[in-house]
């Protein structure tokens, strides 16, 4: 006999299918094995009470403070710890159960179709500018081109271009010098037909950019005011286009970087999300990324929350897009010049791919094209 312990993220459908097991049992297995931990805030009382006795009857449970079973606080916070199977059963529970139970069952359902991409995708970094804050991501013209075919050559699945830096304290520049900036580059991307071959995704919110790029080839719209211009809106609605929309507090790079206080960061982004994902549908966008916006107007305890919970996003089902690549975060953790953050970036990146997301904003693209394929490998 030989018994070993295996990881909780291996490939839980592949152990089970090479052990033979039929494909009835193999659904019903895997749900048992997926695990929802589940923060319910501000829950009444009594709701806890039968929740907790609900959960515990199929095997689940819920973990609430000291005194809720005699009622010592009309209003508790509460984790729920269930697997696959037993959160459905929990959700046909709560229907009939009152104290806002129903309503509860509608948000747990959302979490019961969760679906983990499969297929990631890296995006890799132009800037046509001088001031963005890596400065190995600027390019001029030639230069451009020649990095992008180098990026091509290293599995980039997504170019994105950009005119103008947003990092804290930017200076903002007219639409005009914008344009000057990136117009070489989205001409020659446009005469070799590089979009053949690879995306092409422009960073920008200004709509006579991006009318310009989506002219010519472009098929995402990277905006990181979350589409708040509807002229941008319209654009993407018009061509078809996918449209990024990011988090931030601001509109513009001098308000995008003040910090807030969030109650709940999960929660505000979502409400975020929700908000544009309504007027996106408005204007017609039918292909959207979610991008929380690390290190926009956000502590390091958001950014790291917003990472570690990128699952929470998942409900949208939408990709979901991640950008940390050598952002001061890191340097909340292990002080170092953006120079030096390459190994933080890593790690950031496929935690942040092994909570959901499915597309990575990066700055070396040789280096998470192996980092990823080997974490593949890591999880079957």
Same mark, same amino acid.
């Given at each position: 006999?030989?018994?070993e312990?295996?990881?909780?993220?291996?490939?839980?459908?592949?152990?089970?299918q090479?052990?033979?097991?039929?494909?009835g049992?193999v659904?019903?297995?895997?749900?048992?094995?997926?695990?929802?931990?589940?923060?319910?805030k501000?829950?009444?009382?009594?709701?806890?009470?039968?929740l907790?006795?609900?959960?515990?009857?199929?095997?689940?449970?819920l973990?609430?403070?000291?005194?809720?079973?005699?009622a010592s606080?009309?209003r508790?916070?509460?984790?729920?710890?269930?697997?696959?199977?037993?959160?459905?059963?929990?959700?046909?529970?709560?229907?009939?159960?009152?104290?806002?139970?129903?309503?509860?069952?509608q948000?747990?359902?959302?979490?019961?179709?969760?679906?983990?991409?499969?297929?990631i995708?890296?995006?890799?970094?132009?800037?046509?500018?001088?001031?963005?804050?890596y400065?190995?991501?600027?390019?001029k013209?030639?230069?451009?081109?020649?990095?992008?075919?180098?990026?091509?050559?290293?599995?980039?699945?997504?170019? #994105?271009i950009?005119? @103008? +830096? &947003?990092?804290?304290g %930017?200076?903002?520049?007219s639409? $005009?010098?914008?344009?000057?900036?990136?117009?070489?580059?989205?001409?020659?991307?446009?005469?070799e037909?590089?979009?053949?071959?690879?995306?092409?995704?422009?960073?920008?919110?200004?709509?006579?950019?991006?009318?310009?790029?989506?002219?010519?080839g472009?098929?995402?719209?990277?905006?990181?005011?979350?589409?708040?211009?509807?002229?941008?809106?319209?654009?993407?609605?018009?061509?078809?286009?996918?449209?990024?929309?990011?988090?931030?507090?601001?509109?513009?790079? #001098?308000?995008?970087h @003040? +910090? &807030?206080?969030?109650? %709940?960061?999960?929660?505000?982004? $979502?409400?975020?999300?929700?908000?544009?994902l309504?007027?996106?549908?408005?204007?017609g966008?039918s292909?959207?990324?979610?991008?929380?916006?690390?290190?926009?107007?956000?502590?390091l305890?958001?950014?790291?929350?917003?990472?570690?919970?990128?699952?929470?996003?998942?409900t949208?089902?939408?990709?979901?897009?991640v950008?940390a690549s050598?952002k001061?975060?890191?340097?909340?953790?292990?002080?170092?010049p953006?120079?030096?953050?390459?190994?933080?970036?890593?790690?950031?990146?496929?935690?942040?791919?092994?909570e959901?997301? %499915?597309?990575?904003?990066?700055?070396?693209?040789?280096?998470?094209?192996?980092a990823?394929?080997?974490?593949?490998?890591?999880?079957?």
């Amino acid at each position: 006999m030989v018994v070993e312990h295996l990881s909780s993220s291996i490939n839980l459908k592949n152990a089970l299918q090479e052990l033979g097991v039929d494909g009835g049992g193999v659904s019903i297995l895997e749900s048992k094995g997926k695990i929802h931990l589940v923060s319910i805030k501000d829950l009444h009382v009594g709701a806890a009470n039968i929740l907790k006795q609900d959960a515990l009857s199929i095997g689940a449970d819920l973990a609430v403070p000291k005194g809720t079973v005699i009622a010592s606080q009309p209003r508790v916070n509460a984790l729920l710890i269930a697997n696959e199977r037993q959160l459905r059963e929990l959700v046909q529970k709560e229907k009939v159960q009152p104290f806002g139970l129903k309503l509860l069952s509608q948000e747990l359902e959302r979490f019961c179709r969760l679906h983990i991409p499969q297929k990631i995708e890296v995006m890799g970094i132009i800037n046509a500018n001088e001031d963005s804050f890596y400065a190995h991501s600027r390019f001029k013209e030639n230069e451009a081109i020649t990095k992008i075919v180098e990026m091509i050559g290293h599995g980039a699945d997504i170019i #994105d271009i950009g005119g @103008v +830096s &947003s990092r804290p304290g %930017s200076i903002c520049i007219s639409e $005009e010098e914008e344009l000057s900036r990136v117009r070489p580059i989205i001409d020659a991307l446009y005469h070799e037909k590089i979009g053949d071959t690879v995306r092409l995704s422009l960073d920008s919110y200004a709509p006579g950019v991006v009318a310009y790029a989506l002219e010519r080839g472009f098929t995402i719209i990277n905006d990181i005011t979350g589409l708040a211009n509807d002229e941008v809106a319209r654009l993407c609605g018009e061509y078809n286009a996918t449209a990024v929309i990011m988090h931030a507090q601001g509109i513009t790079p #001098d308000t995008m970087h @003040v +910090s &807030s206080t969030y109650p %709940s960061v999960l929660h505000d982004v $979502e409400l975020f999300f929700q908000e544009r994902l309504e007027k996106a549908d408005k204007f017609g966008i039918s292909n959207v990324i979610l991008d929380c916006g690390i290190g926009f107007g956000k502590r390091l305890e958001d950014n790291l929350a917003l990472i570690t919970h990128q699952k929470h996003f998942l409900t949208f089902g939408k990709p979901l897009l991640v950008g940390a690549s050598r952002k001061s975060m890191i340097n909340g953790v292990s002080p170092s010049p953006s120079e030096d953050r390459l190994g933080g970036t890593l790690a950031i990146h496929l935690k942040a791919i092994e909570e959901g997301a %499915s597309i990575v904003r990066v700055h070396d693209v040789k280096e998470h094209v192996q980092a990823i394929a080997l974490w593949k490998a890591l999880r079957g």
